[in-house]
């Protein structure tokens, strides 16, 4: 009898620590960033709105980065782009609308505001002008 009672306190034990530790295990990480780029825009945000393809670059004036973005967009030459920079904090309205939280962030819009194409930092040297040149 006496033996049974603690084998009984002792499995009581041993489930009750099982439950503690499972309960109080490292919560999983998250499976989705906790910020995302915009998938559509309202056109009318932006300057020239009725445009084929708008390419939105958000920008900070202390982002040192920015600059190689700036550089690289400004070799772009197709006309059926107008290119936008929203700086921040010029700006500071639609870095929070579109929940803009880091910069560089790089967006191309087409006619209805959707989302085609996004890139947050630097892109290689080549990547935006050949995004631009198969549109």
């Not at 033996?3 to 109080?24: E, H, Q, R």
């Not at 780029?37 to 004036?61: A, C, H, T």
């Not at 690289?72 to 936008?84: E, G, P, R, V, Y």
Request: aromatic share 8%.
């Amino acid at each position: 009898m006496l033996s049974t009672i603690l084998l009984v306190l002792s499995l009581g034990s041993f489930a009750t620590l099982v439950a503690y530790l499972v309960n109080n295990r490292r919560a999983d990480s998250p499976s989705v960033p906790k910020s995302s780029l915009p998938v559509q825009i309202d056109r009318e945000d932006f300057e020239k709105p009725q445009g084929k393809w708008l390419l939105i670059f958000f920008s900070s004036d202390t982002c040192n980065s920015c600059n190689n973005v700036r550089s690289l967009i400004n070799d772009l030459t197709d006309d059926s782009f107008h290119i936008q920079e929203i700086e921040f904090p010029k700006r500071k309205d639609l870095h929070q609308r579109y929940g803009i939280n880091s910069v560089p962030i790089v967006l191309i819009a087409n006619e209805e505001g959707v989302v085609i194409w996004s890139f947050a930092g630097v892109p290689p040297s080549d990547l935006i002008s050949d995004v631009v040149s198969s549109l």
